[in-house]
């Protein structure tokens, strides 16, 4: 049984970073695409940044330069590093296994970020 569960969010100012993980087992994580993705309040969830088994990534336009995506398979874990963090960055962040491009199979809880 998939499960992912992220950690990382909060609180930040406007500039500031945080960096997010997300705990995967249950399954051959190494073998995976994985994404992170968003959901601001009243909008749709939205990719924000994947990475594929051989470590190429991809991003959103909208962070790109901004974000970094990468992953620690010995240890199961992805991460989003974010940093000069907007306002408009504020939203619950997910991570999610890829089936290809931005679709995905598993999903976590979700964590919080709230950048002011």
């Known amino acids: 049984q998939v499960q992912l569960v992220e950690s990382g969010g909060g609180s930040v100012q406007t500039g500031g970073s945080l960096r997010l993980s997300c705990a995967a087992s249950?399954?051959?994580?190494?073998?995976?695409?994985m994404g992170w993705f968003r959901q601001a309040p009243g909008k749709e969830r939205e990719g924000v940044a994947a990475i594929d088994s051989d470590g190429s990534t991809s991003y959103a336009d909208s962070v790109k330069g901004r974000f970094t995506i990468s992953r620690d398979d010995a240890e199961n874990t992805l991460y989003l590093q974010m940093d000069s963090l907007k306002t408009e960055d504020t939203a619950v962040y997910y991570c999610?296994?890829?089936?290809?491009?931005?679709?995905?199979?598993?999903w976590g809880q979700g964590t919080q970020v709230t950048v002011s």
């Open positions: 999610a296994t890829l089936l290809g491009g931005w679709s995905a199979s598993s």
């Open positions: 249950g399954y051959t994580y190494s073998s995976y695409c």
